[in-house]
């Protein structure tokens, strides 16, 4: 394997010799640069004299940032080149496009974004957001219909699910988003300012029982090929009033999943980046990004329907369908997004978001990222949006 | 194809060629029947001069009650082969055992069940059933704990799911099972003493609606390696007085799916034999089998409880999801055995608990197995055991 393991050194003879990528930058006049922020695989942006450019990303046998002692299968690579083909092929503006897989060598190369910032970062520094939530809420609902019976039939759907099976990752989602936090593990962590409500959260079992529901929900539904780790860390965004350049990358944890996992995660991730600008004194940024939450929703809704006649088989599927699976998508994302702001705080994968605030700063946002993720999970449907919502802002005192 | 077909006449030359049944039965003195009761496969059960015996089903390209014009593939006998070695595995005294599997030609070799009654066969004559429908539910949760994450861990269950992918038989099922009875087909049929009934139930939203989201529970949900299609005439029965010998057939409809899909075709079909007792005026036999909805669930429900504390990683799996899960199972098998109670009086398959019937008695048997089939459906989880059979009797008038 070692000798197939790029390097700064090694690029530029790889994109020559691949006759997809070679027609696309010169080769011999590249600058290839390491992209030091992926946690399991290695990125290189490869610019020639031209200017023009492509990434490579590649999977090694271990999560990178950990090295060989964290063993995982570059197969994760061949899932991410699927799930962009399949993506791409229902939502392309929105996805980061895949130029051409390299299945020996588990190589993506895909375009070049770096005209485009990472959304968290962007969202860190104050920046504008324009409809990207919007525009990802449309995303899911073209994969939610596109992979899903209704855009596949009945068959195909039963087959491409079990062609997408990634036990690896999902099992690494089942550990640290849906097991750690509430259950405790010797990698969770948290600063003291926090300590007693996390105890008392984990002592409190309705909160446990339903962070269990939602695990058994994300086990055993299968509905669509989800992106599977949709935070703001995988989204690009480049331009700043809408319509925005929107595009979701890193789609490696992909898996026939309960739609509303993808939706919860952006939904966790808004109340995280809203729970920052509240505590840095910016209640009106605060106010406009927990009010994204709903348009997202709204966004996801309205192009559900607008596929709905599109729909596979239309007289085996009445109107009473989509009514239905909305009303369960809409419960599946606050509880996903509950687990997901719950394992943020205490877990292992932590959010720059609020681990960049001061303890006085994190000790107000974590605690009303816990409340809030507390109360999307235990009340999930049964409140309506603009309650959830309501709700955050008297979390924020907003 | 044609030459790999199996005859009367080709099966003594078939059992001598394999090893593993000339060692078990005498080739050269074999006296071979076929069993014409099967609708998609050939069976064959062969006896020698000693009294020896085996049966032979070989899964033909086509459903054999049709003929090439119904083409399916032979893969179905693989499922097969895959679950009997996987169900025998967990509950070995409650499956007919596999002798042995021949990928070439399709056609698994089975243990001789001659000496038993196919349970529906019985049931129709009014004979005893013993245990039967305890076993029954005893052997779907050694299957529900022991092919799911509890038994296999969560990377194994998920690459078992996909591994089992069944999609054209499960595609039959979505279309006779869960579309067509509700929202109309050609090979619907009933006689006009249901008619109005029958109508009513299809303009009935409510009934509909429920139906659907059965039907998308079946799509999406895996839970466990099914049986798929456990109804009476799936199960053999040998004794009458407990413990009888119990043990399931014909399973080429497995797949990964909900695990109260197994259980609620069991209770439908007890709804249909307890049907057919009472307007034969055995109102005590009706009320006996009603009664055995209950104890299947006691047993299934004991056994799951039993089972628990091997499960996988015990510490990932706080005892609350237990009985989430048991609830959930519970509210599954009433809205599934109510959509089996109305498909098999309205669709393609039917009963012949309830087909052999005169006119007078088919209503009576018909329309009530409908209107309990509704309230099985509609009020699933909603109502206590105790009040779905309260209300059974008051249906059947027992």
């Known amino acids: 394997m070692s000798e197939s393991i790029?390097?700064?050194?090694?690029?530029?003879?790889?994109?020559?010799?691949?006759?997809?990528?070679?027609?696309?930058?010169?080769?011999?006049?590249?600058?290839?640069?390491?992209?030091?922020?992926?946690?399991?695989?290695?990125?290189?942006?490869?610019?020639?004299?031209?200017?023009?450019?492509?990434?490579?990303?590649?999977?090694?046998?271990?999560?990178?940032?950990?090295?060989?002692?964290?063993?995982?299968?570059e197969d994760r690579a061949a899932r991410e080149a699927h799930t962009i083909t399949e993506h791409s092929r229902l939502s392309a503006a929105n996805v980061c496009a895949l130029i051409e897989y390299d299945a020996d060598r588990y190589v993506l190369a895909l375009e070049d974004l770096t005209d485009h910032d990472v959304l968290r970062t962007r969202l860190n520094a104050?920046?504008?957001?324009?409809?990207?939530?919007?525009?990802?809420?449309?995303?899911?609902?073209?994969?939610?219909?596109?992979?899903?019976?209704?855009?596949?039939?009945?068959?195909?759907?039963?087959?491409?699910?079990?062609?997408?099976?990634?036990?690896?990752?999902?099992?690494?989602?089942?550990?640290?988003?849906?097991?750690?936090?509430?259950?405790?593990?010797?990698?969770?962590?948290?600063?003291?300012?926090?300590?007693?409500?996390?105890?008392?959260?984990?002592?409190?079992?309705?909160?446990?029982?339903?962070?269990?529901?939602?695990?058994?929900?994300?086990?055993?539904?299968?509905?669509?090929?989800?992106?599977?780790?949709?935070?703001?860390?995988?989204?690009?965004?480049?331009?700043?009033?809408?319509?925005?350049?929107?595009?979701?990358?890193?789609?490696?944890?992909?898996?026939?999943?309960?739609?509303?996992?993808?939706?919860?995660?952006?939904?966790?991730?808004?109340?995280?980046?809203?729970?920052?600008?509240?505590?840095?004194?910016?209640p009106d940024r605060a106010a406009s990004l927990l009010s994204h939450i709903a348009t997202s929703w709204s966004a996801f809704e309205s192009r559900m329907r607008d596929l709905w006649p599109e729909r596979w088989e239309p007289s085996a599927y009445p109107d009473v369908m989509l009514s239905q699976r909305l009303t369960d998508i809409l419960d599946d994302s606050w509880g996903f997004a509950g687990c997901e702001a719950s394992r943020r705080i205490i877990g292992l994968a932590k959010l720059s978001d609020i681990e960049t605030l001061d303890d006085e700063q994190y000790a107000r946002a974590a605690s009303a990222v816990l409340r809030i993720g507390r109360t999307a999970l235990v009340s999930r449907g049964t409140l309506p949006i603009d309650e959830h919502i309501d709700a955050m802002h008297t979390e924020l005192r907003l």
Chains 1, 2 share one sequence.
């Open 6 to 73: 790029l390097s700064i050194e090694s690029v530029s003879e790889y994109v020559g010799s691949r006759p997809a990528l070679s027609s696309l930058v010169d080769a011999k006049s590249l600058t290839v640069q390491e992209v030091g922020d992926g946690n399991l695989n290695q990125v290189f942006i490869c610019t020639d004299s031209s200017g023009a450019r492509l990434v490579l990303k590649q999977a090694l046998p271990y999560v990178r940032l950990v090295g060989p002692d964290w063993p995982m299968s």
């Open 126 to 282: 104050g920046g504008p957001f324009g409809d990207v939530f919007e525009q990802m809420g449309r995303y899911v609902a073209d994969v939610a219909f596109g992979t899903s019976w209704l855009g596949l039939g009945e068959e195909q759907f039963r087959l491409a699910a079990a062609a997408a099976v990634n036990s690896e990752l999902c099992k690494l989602t089942e550990d640290v988003v849906f097991t750690e936090p509430y259950l405790g593990a010797d990698r969770n962590s948290w600063r003291p300012q926090i300590d007693s409500l996390v105890r008392s959260l984990q002592a409190d079992s309705e909160w446990v029982g339903a962070a269990m529901t939602m695990k058994r929900r994300f086990l055993t539904r299968q509905e669509a090929l989800l992106h599977g780790d949709l935070h703001t860390g995988s989204i690009f965004i480049r331009g700043s009033a809408a319509p925005v350049s929107a595009k979701a990358f890193d789609s490696e944890f992909a898996f026939y999943g309960p739609v509303g996992y993808d939706l919860g995660l952006l939904w966790a991730n808004i109340v995280a980046a809203a729970s920052r600008a509240a505590v840095l004194d910016e």
